[in-house]
Protein backbone atom coordinates (compact mmCIF):
# COMPACT_ATOMS: atom_id res chain seq x y z
CA UNK A 1 0.00 0.00 0.00
CA UNK A 2 1.42 3.38 -1.07
CA UNK A 3 1.63 6.07 2.05
CA UNK A 4 -0.27 9.34 0.97
CA UNK A 5 2.58 12.17 1.81
CA UNK A 6 1.03 15.16 1.07
CA UNK A 7 -2.57 16.78 1.34
CA UNK A 8 -4.06 20.18 0.62
CA UNK A 9 -2.46 23.50 -0.26
CA UNK A 10 1.00 21.37 -0.02
CA UNK A 11 -0.20 18.90 -2.94
CA UNK A 12 -1.37 21.41 -5.36
CA UNK A 13 2.27 22.95 -4.49
CA UNK A 14 4.17 19.79 -5.93
CA UNK A 15 1.57 19.55 -9.15
CA UNK A 16 2.59 23.29 -9.48
CA UNK A 17 6.14 23.02 -8.82
CA UNK A 18 6.37 20.19 -11.44
CA UNK A 19 4.34 21.73 -14.21
CA UNK A 20 6.77 24.71 -13.36
CA UNK A 21 10.36 22.85 -13.43
CA UNK A 22 9.32 21.36 -17.02
CA UNK A 23 8.37 24.78 -18.38
CA UNK A 24 11.90 26.17 -17.06
CA UNK A 25 13.91 23.35 -18.48
CA UNK A 26 11.89 23.58 -21.71
CA UNK A 27 13.18 27.65 -21.82
CA UNK A 28 16.88 26.95 -20.29
CA UNK A 29 17.37 24.39 -22.82
CA UNK A 30 15.91 26.26 -26.04
CA UNK A 31 17.54 29.86 -24.62
CA UNK A 32 20.88 27.71 -24.70
CA UNK A 33 20.79 26.50 -27.94
CA UNK A 34 19.30 29.75 -29.60
CA UNK A 35 22.16 31.42 -28.00
CA UNK A 36 24.86 29.31 -29.64
CA UNK A 37 23.44 28.77 -32.62
CA UNK A 38 22.63 25.12 -32.62
CA UNK A 39 19.67 24.00 -35.03
CA UNK A 40 17.35 22.41 -32.81
CA UNK A 41 13.27 21.62 -32.72
CA UNK A 42 11.01 20.76 -29.72
CA UNK A 43 9.43 17.78 -30.41
CA UNK A 44 7.08 15.71 -28.20
CA UNK A 45 4.69 16.87 -25.43
CA UNK A 46 5.52 20.41 -25.41
CA UNK A 47 5.52 20.69 -29.13
CA UNK A 48 1.65 19.25 -28.96
CA UNK A 49 1.23 21.89 -26.59
CA UNK A 50 2.67 24.88 -28.17
CA UNK A 51 0.59 23.98 -31.39
CA UNK A 52 -2.99 22.94 -29.13
CA UNK A 53 -2.66 26.01 -27.51
CA UNK A 54 -3.03 28.28 -30.37
CA UNK A 55 -6.83 26.80 -30.60
CA UNK A 56 -8.07 25.40 -27.28
CA UNK A 57 -5.89 26.57 -24.25
CA UNK A 58 -8.04 24.48 -21.96
CA UNK A 59 -7.44 21.58 -23.97
CA UNK A 60 -3.98 21.67 -23.40
CA UNK A 61 -2.19 18.63 -21.76
CA UNK A 62 0.66 18.89 -19.22
CA UNK A 63 4.50 16.76 -19.89
CA UNK A 64 6.40 15.59 -17.69
CA UNK A 65 9.88 15.86 -20.09
CA UNK A 66 11.19 17.90 -23.25
CA UNK A 67 11.80 16.36 -26.39
CA UNK A 68 14.38 17.64 -29.20
CA UNK A 69 15.84 16.72 -32.22
CA UNK A 70 19.19 17.37 -32.59
CA UNK A 71 21.65 16.78 -35.79
CA UNK A 72 23.89 13.82 -35.13
CA UNK A 73 26.72 16.47 -35.88
CA UNK A 74 26.11 19.20 -33.82
CA UNK A 75 25.97 17.06 -30.84
CA UNK A 76 29.12 18.21 -29.28
CA UNK A 77 28.24 22.15 -30.00
CA UNK A 78 25.24 21.41 -27.81
CA UNK A 79 27.12 19.64 -25.20
CA UNK A 80 28.77 22.94 -24.93
CA UNK A 81 26.14 25.02 -25.00
CA UNK A 82 23.82 22.94 -22.81
CA UNK A 83 26.88 22.45 -20.08
CA UNK A 84 26.82 26.18 -19.20
CA UNK A 85 23.37 25.83 -18.95
CA UNK A 86 23.94 23.27 -15.97
CA UNK A 87 23.17 19.89 -18.40
CA UNK A 88 25.13 17.20 -18.37
CA UNK A 89 25.27 14.78 -21.50
CA UNK A 90 24.56 11.20 -21.05
CA UNK A 91 23.53 7.83 -22.98
CA UNK A 92 21.09 5.59 -20.66
CA UNK A 93 20.03 2.29 -22.53
CA UNK A 94 21.47 3.66 -25.57
CA UNK A 95 19.18 7.17 -25.18
CA UNK A 96 20.92 10.26 -25.77
CA UNK A 97 19.91 13.09 -23.12
CA UNK A 98 20.71 15.51 -21.51
CA UNK A 99 20.51 15.72 -17.28
CA UNK A 100 19.07 18.67 -15.61
CA UNK A 101 22.69 19.13 -13.37
CA UNK A 102 24.64 16.43 -12.13
CA UNK A 103 22.09 14.65 -9.93
CA UNK A 104 19.58 14.75 -12.40
CA UNK A 105 17.42 11.73 -13.30
CA UNK A 106 16.29 10.38 -17.26
CA UNK A 107 12.88 10.42 -15.77
CA UNK A 108 13.61 14.66 -15.91
CA UNK A 109 16.09 14.61 -18.65
CA UNK A 110 16.01 16.36 -21.85
CA UNK A 111 15.67 13.15 -24.38
CA UNK A 112 17.08 13.85 -28.05
CA UNK A 113 16.34 12.30 -31.38
CA UNK A 114 18.77 12.48 -33.84
CA UNK A 115 17.44 14.04 -37.13
CA UNK A 116 17.23 11.93 -40.61
CA UNK A 117 17.61 8.59 -38.54
CA UNK A 118 14.95 6.16 -37.35
CA UNK A 119 14.48 6.51 -33.21
CA UNK A 120 13.81 2.57 -33.18
CA UNK A 121 14.78 0.17 -35.87
CA UNK A 122 11.19 -1.21 -36.38
CA UNK A 123 9.65 2.22 -36.78
CA UNK A 124 8.31 2.79 -40.46
CA UNK A 125 10.02 6.64 -41.32
CA UNK A 126 12.98 8.34 -39.83
CA UNK A 127 12.79 11.37 -37.19
CA UNK A 128 12.28 14.74 -39.40
CA UNK A 129 15.31 17.02 -40.18
CA UNK A 130 15.76 20.73 -37.76
CA UNK A 131 15.08 22.75 -40.69
CA UNK A 132 11.45 21.91 -40.81
CA UNK A 133 10.39 24.29 -37.61
CA UNK A 134 8.42 26.96 -37.11
CA UNK A 135 9.34 29.41 -34.03
CA UNK A 136 6.75 30.24 -31.63
CA UNK A 137 7.48 31.71 -28.49
CA UNK A 138 11.36 32.13 -29.70
CA UNK A 139 11.46 27.92 -29.30
CA UNK A 140 12.38 26.18 -32.50
CA UNK A 141 9.44 23.62 -32.78
CA UNK A 142 8.39 21.06 -35.81
CA UNK A 143 6.28 22.16 -38.62
CA UNK A 144 2.90 21.07 -37.65
CA UNK A 145 2.52 18.41 -40.63
CA UNK A 146 6.49 17.33 -39.03
CA UNK A 147 5.46 16.98 -35.52
CA UNK A 148 2.00 15.02 -36.53
CA UNK A 149 4.06 12.35 -38.97
CA UNK A 150 6.74 11.78 -36.01
CA UNK A 151 3.65 11.33 -33.71
CA UNK A 152 2.18 8.96 -35.93
CA UNK A 153 5.16 6.88 -36.55
CA UNK A 154 6.14 6.61 -32.66
CA UNK A 155 2.61 5.54 -31.98
CA UNK A 156 2.65 4.72 -28.39
CA UNK A 157 -0.35 5.51 -26.04
CA UNK A 158 0.80 8.85 -25.36
CA UNK A 159 1.73 9.91 -29.08
CA UNK A 160 -1.78 8.72 -29.61
CA UNK A 161 -3.21 10.78 -26.89
CA UNK A 162 -1.25 13.45 -28.39
CA UNK A 163 -2.84 13.00 -31.74
CA UNK A 164 -6.26 12.66 -30.46
CA UNK A 165 -5.48 16.16 -28.69
CA UNK A 166 -4.74 17.43 -32.10
CA UNK A 167 -7.93 15.81 -33.80
CA UNK A 168 -10.26 17.18 -30.90
CA UNK A 169 -9.31 20.77 -31.32
CA UNK A 170 -9.93 20.42 -35.41
CA UNK A 171 -5.99 20.62 -35.89
CA UNK A 172 -6.19 17.23 -38.01
CA UNK A 173 -8.92 15.78 -40.00
CA UNK A 174 -9.74 13.45 -43.04
CA UNK A 175 -7.84 15.71 -45.16
CA UNK A 176 -4.65 14.97 -43.79
CA UNK A 177 -4.58 11.36 -44.45
CA UNK A 178 -3.16 11.92 -48.22
CA UNK A 179 -0.26 13.74 -46.54
CA UNK A 180 1.34 10.53 -44.96
CA UNK A 181 2.29 7.06 -46.57
CA UNK A 182 0.11 4.22 -46.40
CA UNK A 183 0.83 2.71 -42.92
CA UNK A 184 0.66 6.10 -41.08
CA UNK A 185 -2.71 6.63 -43.33
CA UNK A 186 -4.24 3.52 -41.46
CA UNK A 187 -2.61 4.98 -38.13
CA UNK A 188 -4.68 8.15 -38.36
CA UNK A 189 -7.86 6.62 -40.10
CA UNK A 190 -7.85 4.43 -37.12
CA UNK A 191 -7.57 7.51 -34.74
CA UNK A 192 -9.67 9.75 -36.78
CA UNK A 193 -12.83 6.98 -36.95
CA UNK A 194 -12.89 6.42 -33.25
CA UNK A 195 -11.78 9.30 -31.44
CA UNK A 196 -13.13 8.69 -28.09
CA UNK A 197 -11.20 5.54 -27.95
Avoid at 122 to 130: C, G, I, M, Q, S
Wanted: aromatic share 6%; glycine share 6%.
Amino acid sequence: MIEIKYTGDALWERIERAVEKVKDRLRRVTSALNDARVPYAVIGGNAVQLWVAQVDESAVRNTRDVDIVLNRKDIDAAKKALAIAGFVFQEVAGVPMFLDGPDGTPRDAVHVVYAGEKVRAEYPETAPEVDRFELIKSMRTLEFPELVRMKLTSHRLKDRVHLLDMIAVGLIDETWLERFSPELQLRLKALLDNPDG
